[in-house]
């Protein structure tokens, strides 16, 4: 299968991508090896490394470090999934001090549900912006044109980029050993 044909499915899969917004997601607190399952589960596509993976000792670090809130009766919340599916995409671009500061930022101003809500939308959107190939942004649909709003897209849109790249790398290099197998 040649390069473009694999980017133009990858396409076909990030158009048909749904990330659940704070009310799709369960309704029942996790216990931890459920919410290994469930975050691996729904982000497999953004992993862009097998580093990327989240691993309940990662989980456990974002608790002590309070990144993410306590648990209650070692079980998470709506909120606790939701912090991680943030960190789970921004963990790739950025250091997790950084993630920090941002999530810091946007609790001051925003529900988790409305900032995770949001955070969702715009990056379904970027996705599908970069893989297109248009050459341009998605189109902002924040509602309250608040300035922290800007780097949530810039965040979502740098990760867009590099899966992009990565996709992009990781396609070519298996046309070009599919190649070389024939010679």
């Known amino acids: 299968m040649q390069v473009q044909d694999k980017m133009n499915a990858y396409l076909e899969e990030l158009?048909?991508?749904?990330?659940?917004?704070y009310n799709e997601l369960p309704e029942i607190e996790l216990y931890m090896d459920q919410l290994i399952e469930y975050l691996n589960g729904k982000f497999a596509?953004?992993?862009?490394?097998a580093k990327d993976t989240i691993t309940a000792a990662m989980v456990n670090n974002y608790v002590k470090s309070k990144i993410i809130p306590p648990t209650v009766k070692k079980r998470y919340s709506k909120n606790h999934v939701a912090y991680l599916i943030v960190i789970c995409v921004f963990k790739q671009i950025y250091p997790i001090s950084?993630?920090?500061d941002m999530i810091g930022i946007q609790k001051k101003i925003f529900t988790t549900e409305k900032a995770y809500d949001y955070f969702c939308v715009e990056l379904e959107n970027a996705l599908i912006s970069a893989f297109s190939?248009?050459?341009?942004?998605?189109?902002?649909?924040?509602?309250?044109m608040q300035e922290e709003r800007l780097f949530v897209r810039a965040s979502v849109n740098s990760f867009a980029q590099r899966l992009l790249v990565e996709k992009y790398l990781q396609f070519k290099l298996e046309a070009m050993?599919?190649?070389?197998?024939g010679e």
């Open 133 to 144: 190939m248009s050459g341009t942004l998605s189109i902002d649909t924040s509602h309250t």
């Open 177 to 181: 050993a599919e190649e070389n197998k």
């Open 45 to 49: 596509p953004f992993q862009i490394e």
């Open 98 to 100: 950084k993630i920090m």
């Open 15 to 21: 158009k048909a991508l749904h990330i659940p917004r």
